[in-house]
């Protein structure tokens, strides 16, 4: 299947820090990528979908000043937590999903970034 | 809307017997319906999906599933289960132009030795 990176895959932050973390497509081009946060034993909470070039749109109850999500080109995105607090802490996986082709019908996922926040 | 339903929350098997584990889906148009697996503090690998064609679907690692449209089911199967095999098991649905997928609970499979 169609590969997506995810970097880094751990990080520790203090209070009041901002954490970027990077999604990549690498072998097709994403027209539309996903972020989603999963706590312990659940299932994933879909935080946004980003389309390249477009503002992200997100869900409801996610604050947009605090997740920045950026789709600056067809293989990356970025998500930024800013002024990281402990509640942020959580597993955060991003997806992608391809303009034709391969990857077209399928969202593949990356591996995941554990982020913990002091 | 779109939802799904994985009944059971941990599905126990003997190395060797036959897995299963069920899902149910509700979606107002055609569905698209995807499994996937989850190990520990890892992202989810896609396993297979139903887009259209023949019901019966087989993926990665000897799983397939079968779509069934008058029960609205796509349970997950595998003849033969290794202890490789546990891990959280997703299943997903997306409507026909809806860019979204929504997922089941999850199932935690666990193959006993």
């Known amino acids: 299947g169609a590969v997506v990176s995810q970097h880094p895959s751990r990080v520790i932050c203090k209070s009041g820090t901002s954490v970027k973390i990077e999604c990549r497509s690498l072998?097709?081009?994403?027209?539309?990528m996903f972020w989603y946060r999963q706590f312990p034993k659940k299932s994933l909470m879909l935080m946004a979908t980003s389309n390249e070039g477009s503002k992200a749109t997100y869900e409801q109850g996610v604050e947009k000043d605090k997740f920045l999500i950026n789709h600056a080109s067809l293989t990356l995105s970025t998500l930024t937590v800013t002024s990281a607090h402990p509640e942020d802490s959580s597993f955060y996986i991003c997806?992608?999903?391809?303009?034709?082709?391969?990857?077209?019908?399928?969202?593949?996922f990356g591996p995941g970034t554990r982020l913990t926040v002091l | 809307a779109q939802s799904v339903a994985q009944p059971e929350d941990q599905v126990n098997v003997a190395e060797g017997n036959p897995l299963t584990v069920k899902c149910t889906y509700s979606v107002s148009g055609n569905p698209y319906l995807f499994w996937y697996v989850q190990y520990p503090n890892r992202g989810l690998q896609f396993l297979l999906k139903y887009i259209t064609g023949d019901n019966l679907v087989k993926g990665s690692y000897g799983f397939e599933a079968e779509f069934n449209k008058s029960q609205t089911s796509f349970h997950l199967k595998k003849p033969s289960a290794l202890v490789s095999d546990s891990a959280l098991y997703f299943c997903?649905?997306?409507?026909?132009?809806?860019?979204?997928?929504?997922f089941g609970k999850g199932n935690q499979v666990v193959v006993i030795p």
């Open positions: 997903a649905v997306r409507d026909y132009g809806n860019n979204r997928l929504a």
């Open positions: 072998d097709f081009q994403a027209t539309t």
């Open positions: 997806s992608a999903r391809g303009t034709s082709g391969r990857g077209t019908d399928t969202q593949y």
